[in-house]
């Protein structure tokens, strides 16, 4: 039995030895690669664009003249929804909210504000609106103006609303 402990420890020997001499492999060409001014050249090229295209994600969404058309429609159709809830047609002026509620940059507060200024009917009436809003282009099947709006200024950014083939409950009357 001698004999079977001299090959084990030999054959263990060996692994040990081999995995010294991958790991110093490993290591002499890590530092041979990163020596190397063609490798450092490419890195510092891959960052630099890197860099350059998350700046470009940064400033696109951030743009003030984006945002101030976006305060643009968020009032206008807050004031067409306050403008149809006051002649009595609740359901337009329901849909001009969820409107605002879907360029809004803040919902839930505005939500909020809804809540206490809205009649508890119409409030019901936008809640049920939102998902709606947000599945339907629109009636008769054309977009919204809202959705027209977001996708202009966000571009790729704005869900395709469009696409989602739900009807309004408008749409089956």
């Keep these: 039995m001698p ?7 030999l054959l263990g020997a060996l692994a040990v030895c081999g995995a ?3 790991l110093g492999y490993c290591v002499y060409f890590d530092r041979k690669r990163r020596g190397d001014p063609v490798f450092r050249r490419r890195l510092r090229d891959k960052r630099r664009a890197q ?3 998350a700046e470009g994600r940064g400033a696109q969404l951030w743009d003030p003249a984006k945002n101030e058309e976006l305060q643009e429609l968020f009032l206008q159709e807050v004031q067409m929804g306050q403008l149809w809830l006051s002649r009595g047609e609740h359901h337009l002026g329901v ?3 969820s409107n605002a509620l879907l360029v809004c940059g803040q919902p839930q507060e505005l939500l909020k504000v809804f809540k206490h200024t809205l009649p508890p009917q119409v409030f019901e009436l936008l809640l ?3 998902p709606l809003i947000c599945q339907s282009p629109g ?4 977009k919204t103006k809202a959705i027209e709006v977001l996708e202009e ?3 790729e950014n ?3 609303l469009a696409k989602d083939k739900f009807m309004h409950p408008r749409e089956a009357e």
């Excluded at 004999?3 to 420890?9: A, E, I, N, P, Y």
């Design 128 to 130: 049920h609106e939102i």
């Design 20 to 22: 010294v001499a991958f």
């Design 3 to 9: 004999c079977v402990r001299t090959v084990l420890g």
């Design 153 to 155: 200024i966000m571009g």
């Design 158 to 160: 704005v869900p395709n």
């Design 139 to 142: 009636r008769r099947g054309e």
């Design 51 to 53: 860099q350059q295209k």
């Design 95 to 97: 849909e001009h909210l």
